[in-house]
């Protein structure tokens, strides 16, 4: 080894101190990500390794792009210019970098087996990978640089047992983009990165752990667990503020009148008053309709509502905080909830095939949404009526739709 100058120490005592500190004063740092843009386009992915370039200005796909199997999510820069789109089919390993302004893909990596969902950072600076399946019997975690879309770091996590199905599922940052929270679905694992010094620590959970949420002011991690059948499903909120990362609270979902039971994502509403939390069924199953609202607070259950939907998967905010769309697995319903009344607006059947995802104009004017029978649908946000049908030519297209930087992806920027 050859010897240490004097830049390598002082570099080498300032991050073994600032890790120090971290550990001493927890995890809740709290910093407002970069500068958020809104896109004008709708990048509408699909399962079929297409990305379909849809511009709002006139409702037109202006580009096809070629994706990789399985590319149903992905995640945008905050400044718009970039997506990064994971392939998550089997025997996927690559994550396809689209260029937004040129419309084109810039570069393609590969980063471990079958990437399932990179997330940017709040700073725009890098992104997180996990992996929807074991490389070299390990859990990976790939690190990109968004500055040049290089491989930053790869890390590569042991797990004791045999997977009992996909291996991860989704992530999140702290608000000052230095940790990056993911999931371990084979030892049923938190796993908290410091990118300060690459340190993994990891973090029991009650039971398989789906969806990691950190919480407005920074200093819960609020994560989501399917459930079984010992432990029922819900949230186990994990303190930021303390270096153990200690579970504080435990939260059920009530599960009233529902056949068929497994939590899928939380998020909280965009004024942070309530975490909802919906019940899909598992594997095939995908009868749940339960949406649950807790308070972030008491840590109490506040209300809960039944979908017309089934299989009740995800909550997308309204841009101003006032409504919510619950979109599903199970069939081609989407129910609208009106936050303020904590009540079901409308129920409205859309599209031929499952509802998938949803993004909003920054007015929060309309919405499009993304259904499995290809086509992309723009809904009016005051009549609750779609106005305009976008079809791709492509079924399997009930994949994410993206426009705007977010953390937690049916949560908007704050702020």
């Known amino acids: 080894m050859g010897k240490l100058n004097r830049r390598d120490v002082i570099k080498g005592l300032g991050m073994a101190a ?30 079929n390794a297409k990305a379909f370039i849809v511009d709002t200005r006139t409702d037109q796909v202006v580009a096809s792009l070629d994706t990789a199997r399985g590319a149903t999510l992905g995640s945008m820069t905050p400044d718009a210019k970039k997506v990064y789109v994971s392939g998550a089919g089997e025997g996927e390993t690559r994550v396809v970098i689209l260029d937004l302004e040129n419309l084109r893909v810039a570069k393609v990596l590969e980063t471990g087996n079958r990437p399932k969902h990179g997330l940017v950072s709040p700073d725009g600076r890098r992104v997180g990978v996990d992996h929807w399946a074991l490389s070299g019997g390990k859990l990976r975690l790939t690190f990109i640089r968004t500055e040049d879309d290089t491989i930053e770091k790869v890390l590569d996590i042991p797990v004791t047992n045999q997977p009992k199905g996909v291996t991860s599922m989704h992530n999140a940052w702290s608000w000052d983009s230095r940790y990056f929270f993911s999931v371990d679905r084979v030892d049923d694992r938190l796993v908290v990165v410091d990118t300060a010094d690459w340190s993994v620590r990891t973090f029991s959970a009650p039971s398989v752990p789906h969806y990691p949420v950190v919480s407005p002011d920074g200093k819960e991690l609020w994560l989501v667990h399917e459930g079984n059948d010992r432990v029922r499903p819900g949230i186990a909120v994990y303190d930021l503020t303390r270096p153990d990362l200690p579970i504080v609270a435990q939260v059920e979902m009530p599960l009233i009148g529902e056949d068929a039971v497994e939590a899928h994502h939380g998020n909280f509403t965009q004024d942070g008053r309530y975490f909802m939390a919906l019940n899909r069924g598992p594997g095939n199953n995908l009868r749940g309709r339960e949406v649950a609202f807790f308070s972030p607070r008491t840590k109490r259950l506040v209300h809960r509502l039944t979908c017309a939907s089934t299989g009740v998967g995800h909550a997308y905010n309204s841009p101003d905080g006032r409504r919510v769309i619950a979109t599903n697995y199970g069939n081609n319903v989407i129910t609208v909830i009106d936050l303020l009344g904590l009540r079901t607006l409308k129920d409205l059947v859309i599209g031929k095939g499952r509802m998938g995802h949803v993004v909003f104009t920054p007015d929060g004017r309309f919405a499009y949404l993304s259904n499995a029978d290809g086509n992309l649908y723009k809904l009016d946000m005051r009549s609750l009526t779609v106005v305009k049908v976008i079809e791709t030519g492509q079924t399997n297209g009930g994949g994410q739709v993206l426009n705007v930087w977010t953390n937690v992806f049916e949560e908007l920027p704050r702020g």
């Open 18 to 47: 600032a890790s120090l500190a971290a550990a001493q004063r927890g995890l809740q740092a709290r910093a407002a990500p970069s500068r958020i843009v809104w896109s004008p386009y709708v990048v509408f992915l699909n399962a």
